[in-house]
């Protein structure tokens, strides 16, 4: 009777051990989780070193992971992609290459040609087609939440064939050095954005825009200059 009492209390013992272990295991595991959906969103906190050393191994894997499965070239060893929803496609002819200290949030939307330069920045669900041509961000550029970019044209002049059946025309996009977009942005075909120059929220820009100046609205005018 003994032996069946102490049996029980020591299966007892273990199940709250058990239930004890969940406890602490099941919120750490949800915390780590947060912090990597965190960094995903703001990708921007990878330039803390706490962060930088936590993730750096997660980083070098998923790189590795995109550049065996796309024509992907990585420049130095400090970039940060997120792995959460975002889509990234460049077959043969339409390389991307990212330079080091790039930070890529998630839901974004990369099909090359596409060439970032060092530290350029892309807050999340920006989207870029890189067409024929393809896209060129200079150093330094920040690139608000929906923006999109789209180096390519469909023709629509012919009324008798449909417009998907019609030639795709593709100038290519420049983006200068030190450019700020804001959020929810629109950059057609063909268009250069000047260095240091800066893009309003929800602006269209259909056409270039020189260095140093400051636009915004649909379509974008100039609407200030920045000193210099």
């Known amino acids: 009777m003994n032996n069946n009492n102490n049996t029980s209390n020591n299966n007892n013992n273990n199940n709250n051990n058990n239930v004890k272990k969940n406890n602490v295991l099941e919120p750490k595991k949800m915390y780590e989780e947060q912090v990597k959906k965190r960094i995903n969103f703001m990708p921007w906190l990878y330039d803390i070193e706490k962060h930088n050393e936590y993730h ?3 980083q070098i894997d998923w790189q590795r992971q ?3 499965m796309e024509t992907i070239e990585f420049i130095g060893d400090n970039t940060f992609i997120a792995d959460e929803d975002v889509n990234v496609f460049a077959e043969r002819g339409r390389k991307i ?9 998630t839901g974004c939307y990369l099909h090359g040609p596409l060439h970032f330069k060092e530290n350029v920045g892309l807050n999340k669900n920006v989207h ?5 041509k393809g896209i060129c961000i200079g150093k330094n550029t920040r690139i608000g939440p929906n923006t999109s970019m789209f180096a390519f044209n469909h023709s629509f002049d012919c009324l008798d064939i449909p417009i998907r059946e019609q030639k ?3 100038k290519g996009i420049e983006i200068g050095e030190d450019v700020w977009i804001g959020a929810n942005c629109s950059i ?15 602006s269209v820009v259909t056409k270039d825009v020189p260095e140093f100046e400051i636009w915004a609205g649909n379509p974008a005018k100039k609407i200030g200059q920045r000193q210099h």
Request: with cysteine; hydrophobic share 45%; proline share 0%.
């Open 56 to 58: 750096k191994k997660w």
């Open 66 to 68: 995109l550049s065996l």
């Open 97 to 105: 290459v990212i330079e080091n200290n790039c930070r890529v949030a």
């Open 128 to 132: 870029l087609e890189g067409g024929v």
């Open 168 to 170: 795709v025309n593709s």
């Open 188 to 202: 057609v075909d063909g268009v250069k954005i000047g260095s240091h120059s800066v893009i309003g929220i929800a």
